[in-house]
């Protein structure tokens, strides 16, 4: 049986309405879907969120999918980078970022850029996710409060994935009163 695993974002839960509806839209099409509370959501860590990543997925296939959402998209490129002999189908990049909007970290504070730049400035093995993954998809919204579309080309730049920009979407998250995300299965057959 396939397996998604969907890694939510910062200050996220598996339990935010569009994971939720991913969640039943993939089960309905015969996926296993695993969908963790990451450790301290509100204050993200690597390696943690890495170790908990490979918990949740020591018997991966060649037909599993990944699926990050905002700093998740991190968690899950990084987990990519370091698996050893596996190679997965897909991943699936919503409101990814690896430079947050310079308006945001000013806006938010001092705490805000503590935990975003450990994210901001180690770097990722871009080489290592190509080899070990079949299909990359990042989609982004032209509105996202946190990330800036420079992030588009960084990723074009670095993994050549299919890009899809959306309207009006913000961050695809509760305050941008995003509940699903139909276009998903666009890329999930």
């Not at 905002?70 to 997965?88: F, N």
């Amino acid at each position: 049986m396939k397996t998604a695993y969907i890694i939510h974002g910062w200050d996220g839960s598996p339990e935010e309405p569009m994971h939720r509806w991913i969640k039943n839209k993939l089960e309905e099409i015969k996926f296993k879907v695993i969908a963790p509370k990451m450790p301290n959501p509100s204050e993200p860590k690597i390696k943690p969120w890495l170790e908990k990543i490979a918990e949740i997925s020591n018997n991966l296939s060649d037909e599993d999918i990944f699926i990050g959402h905002s700093i998740g998209c991190q968690a899950v490129l990084r987990y990519v980078s370091i698996l050893k002999g596996k190679k997965i189908s897909k991943i699936i990049l919503i409101a990814p970022w690896i430079y947050l909007d310079k308006n945001t970290i000013k806006e938010e504070g001092e705490e805000t850029k503590r935990i975003a730049k450990p994210w901001m400035e180690t770097p990722i093995e871009w080489d290592k996710i190509k080899e070990n993954c079949k299909e990359i998809i990042a989609i982004f919204s032209d509105n996202d409060p946190y990330v800036e579309l420079s992030n588009v080309d960084l990723f074009k730049k670095k993994l050549n994935p299919k890009i899809v920009i959306l309207n009006k979407r913000g961050h695809f998250d509760p305050s941008s009163g995003i509940n699903d995300l139909p276009e998903l299965f666009d890329f999930i057959k």
